[in-house]
């Protein structure tokens, strides 16, 4: 186990090793299973916060998580449950295919001069115009939208649930992400708005960090179709994230009017 003074070393190099990773926290959700052999089985989902994936230190909201079942209805979750580290819900997969569980946030970020002085608002779109008065100046806002995917299957897979939103960026699936198996490449595409994200870097990170001591990240840019290949190394479960635009390295960089992320939790399979 890593002591208090050993562990902020370790996980300065890892983020300056990896500058498209850095993140303070990540969120993630995590199933239990993501392939039942029969309809009818039940998996629990967590969710948390944390410096490194699927570790668990502060609960992450699950109160607005929608789940589609194999038929594109929307299924509520069970058991919904908050702690100290983590949130849980348990879900029945009672059809046969593929279900889509997801998270999906917007939130508005502005600073804004009022008498001389720097302020700064952080929430929901409907309270900007309540929060900043009138007289403010030099009003900058920017918006956001995250979106948390997980995909989990009973007896076999479909497709209905995998097409895109076209809103904020999206996972397309050309291998279906519940057929993922060790030593196979899964291929996959990029979208920003429903549109192909040509060009852009990202990673994927597998779980176990805490007992590796290093992150073994994947890096990956997507091709001028916005499609991507990824050749698993071993089993477990993968956090997929990538985020539009690029963060930048440089001091004070312009203001940006959108930022928008996307993750996804993978479980990769042996033969």
């Known amino acids: 186990m890593l002591s208090k003074f050993k562990k902020p070393v370790l996980l300065a190099l890892l983020v300056g090793a990896l500058p498209f990773s850095a993140h303070a926290h990540r969120n993630w959700i995590l199933p239990s299973s993501t392939v039942l052999d029969d309809k009818g089985g039940w998996l629990t989902v967590d969710a948390s916060l944390a410096e490194d994936v699927f570790d668990m230190e502060r609960p992450q909201k699950v ?27 348990d879900l029945q997969l009672s059809k046969v295919g593929t279900y889509r569980i997801s998270i999906v946030r917007e939130s508005v970020m502005a600073s804004y001069k009022l008498n001389g002085e720097t302020k700064r608002f952080r929430g929901e779109e409907k309270d900007m115009a309540k929060q900043i008065p009138a007289e403010a100046t030099d009003v900058v806002v920017t918006r956001a939208y995250a979106r948390q995917d997980i ?11 995998l097409k895109p939103t076209g809103v904020g960026i999206e996972l397309e699936a050309i291998t279906h992400p519940n057929e993922l198996y060790v030593g196979e490449t899964a291929k996959f595409r990029l979208l920003l708005d429903g549109k192909p994200l040509a060009g852009h870097l990202f990673g994927i990170i597998p779980g176990g ?58 479980e990769v399979l042996p033969q």
């Open 151 to 161: 995909f989990a299957t009973a007896e076999k897979p479909s497709t209905t649930v």
């Open 63 to 89: 109160d607005d998580v929608v789940i589609y079942g194999p038929d594109g209805e929307k299924v509520a979750p069970e058991n919904v449950f908050t702690g100290k580290v983590r949130s849980s819900f």
């Open 209 to 266: 960090v805490r007992y590796r001591g290093v992150l073994n990240e994947i890096p990956v840019t997507t091709d001028a179709k916005g499609e991507f290949s990824v050749k698993w190394p071993a089993g477990g479960m993968y956090w997929l994230n990538a985020s539009y635009p690029a963060r930048s390295a440089t001091p004070n960089p312009a203001p940006v009017t959108r930022r928008v992320s996307y993750s996804a939790t993978l």
